[in-house]
């Protein structure tokens, strides 16, 4: 019997992730930018994703295939006064990101994100400019 090559999908997934983020109607009525890095300076609002953390799915999976968990985080960072924009924006992220199953280079077929987890922060860190930190954790299972 020939053995199952687990394959890791990071950069399948992330290139899929960001294609959404930049792409989905859910997310044109916002002017925030994408990143896998965010260069110092960067006005906010803006989303940063990435964090990703790949196992062997303890979901489903058989001798003849070896399906991966992988969970990413999709950071929100505003300076609104308030919740309200790092709400919307959080909440538009969620839509584009389960609304749409991912296309993912490498896998024969699409699939779906889960919202597993999402909070927002007030970070105070720099006192003349607090600023809101939304986090959403998704979880996507793949199979090759």
Known sequence: MAEIMRQIGISAVG?????CLTTSAYMTGYTTIVYNFVPE???????R???FMDRRSAMFGSRDFAPEDIAFMVHVFSNYQGDKEC????????????ATALS?????TLYNCELDYSD????DSEPAQPCRHGILRFLIRVCP
Do not use: C, W
């Open 15 to 19: 290139a899929a992730v960001y294609t």
């Open 41 to 47: 300076g960067t006005d906010m609002p803006y989303i």
């Open 49 to 51: 994703f990435g964090d």
């Open 87 to 98: 709400g919307d924006i959080m909440s538009a992220v969620t839509k584009a990101l389960t």
């Open 104 to 108: 993912i280079t490498g896998y024969s």
């Open 120 to 123: 927002v922060m007030v970070d």
